[in-house]
């Protein structure tokens, strides 16, 4: 960076202040939310700035950055051109407003598709009006997501999943992992089944594989599963844009949960257990899985809690 550019990123950290933001966790994978209508998405949406705002020692501190604003253009979300394949339930979009979401995480980068923070962004969205009927629309930059709670928690339908790969036999496993494969939920995951989810030494191994030169250029999250005995799956998740591990993902649930399915190995819904402890559930809907393309509808149910809400002091 650049004198001239660190000057520049002074001056919008220092713009910040007083700017309102909230504090969101979702199973323990924590955002700070900005609501356009409140504060200039510009200031906030420069890598710089988002740094300093997920450190958590000089900053507010969180796996990420979400900024929500109605969106302008109706009907403009991703993956809106074929109804039939868009979420669980199309009926949902009656009488909604679309909302734009963006995510970055916390190294600065676009995330396409963050699960927990979607599912953030549905709670703040009803309760700060944004979707004032309780019908919640979300476009992403993987696309549209319907939403709504369900029990006291929020639901989102994502747009179906249509790349699935249940073998990975470029990557090598090791002796405890039986299972390993990809979907693409929004973003490209790695599934591995290992028999101990204690063992994994995520950091380490998740960095390895992350950077693995079959998935480049993007890499991969990924992510472990190990069955409990009850019916239920822990799973871990080594987060790209975090390059660590964080206590949930929304997305490698979802990932997991489908390849279990195909596998075999668990049916719908899956219940998984987060590193944080809570639990998430994702509903499962193959469609011609016979055919030579199927796809998968997925919906995913977890908490979408609000921390606290605060304004900025000083950044930086």
Request: hydrophobic share 40%.
């Amino acid at each position: 960076m650049t004198e001239t550019s660190g000057a520049a990123v002074d001056r919008q950290l220092l713009s910040l202040s007083g700017a309102p933001f909230t504090k969101m966790t979702g199973s323990g994978n924590d955002f700070v939310v900005f609501d356009a209508r409140a504060v200039d998405r510009r200031l906030v949406e420069v890598p710089e700035v988002i740094r300093a705002i997920c450190n958590r020692n000089n900053g507010i501190g969180a796996d990420g950055v979400v900024v929500l604003e109605p969106n302008a253009v109706a009907g403009s979300g991703k993956g809106t051109q074929d109804s039939d394949r868009h979420t669980m339930n199309d009926g949902l979009e009656t009488g909604a407003a679309p909302i734009l979401l963006k995510y970055f995480n916390s190294d600065g980068s676009l995330g396409e598709l963050c699960g927990n923070a979607t599912l953030c962004s549905t709670t703040l969205a009803i309760e700060s009006g944004l979707a004032p009927n309780g019908r919640v629309l979300l476009d992403t930059d993987s696309g549209r997501v319907s939403a709504r709670m369900t029990a006291g928690e929020p639901q989102i339908d994502l747009a179906p999943v249509t790349v699935v790969h249940p073998e990975q036999p470029l990557l090598d496993r090791l002796e405890s992992e039986t299972h390993a494969g990809f979907a693409l939920v929004g973003v490209p995951h790695i599934v591995f089944v290992t028999s101990s989810i204690d063992d994994v030494f995520v950091g380490l191994r998740g960095r390895s594989i992350r950077q693995h030169a079959s998935l480049l250029p993007d890499g991969a999250n990924v992510n472990w599963v190990a069955s409990l005995n009850n019916g239920r799956w822990a799973y871990r998740t080594y987060e790209r844009g975090v390059e660590g591990e964080t206590l949930a993902c929304g997305t490698g649930a979802v990932a997991a949960a489908i390849l279990l399915t195909t596998w075999k190995l668990a049916t719908s819904p899956v219940r998984l257990v987060t590193r944080s402890g809570r639990e998430v559930e994702v509903l499962i809907d193959v469609r011609d899985s016979a055919a030579a393309e199927p796809y998968w509808k997925a919906s995913l149910r977890g908490e979408g809690r609000i921390v606290f809400r605060g304004q900025i002091g000083r950044l930086g």
